[in-house]
């Protein structure tokens, strides 16, 4: 637990491995590798599965709000838990038969 750290908007996160790489700004394109789970631990995506990681330009709205305020917190090479609230996921709509309403996501 010390080493999780929380923003103003609620997401936390925990650095688990420090990369070499610059940080990561808005704007800047980054391929993520990623497994997304509910608080329950029901796994609802994994792109190591496909062996393909994701790209995804920071901030630019193209992903859910807390992964772009959440990659911008990171550096190049970071390995992390982001712990993102329903707010900042995908609300009270939820996503497909996946994701319910309201739910906390953990990547």
Do not use: C
């Amino acid at each position: 637990k010390d080493k999780l750290q929380s923003t103003g908007s609620g997401l936390r996160y925990m650095i688990v491995e420090e990369g070499t790489g610059k940080k990561i700004n808005p704007g800047m394109a980054v391929q993520v590798h990623y497994y997304g789970v509910l608080p329950n631990g029901k796994q609802f995506d994994n792109s190591f599965s496909r062996g393909t990681p994701f790209g995804v330009q920071v901030g630019a709205g193209g992903v859910i709000p807390g992964w772009d305020e959440g990659l911008a917190l990171l550096k190049v090479g970071d390995k992390a838990f982001m712990f993102i609230p329903s707010e900042l996921g995908y609300g009270a709509a939820g996503a497909g038969e996946d994701i319910p309403p309201n739910s906390e996501l953990i990547f």
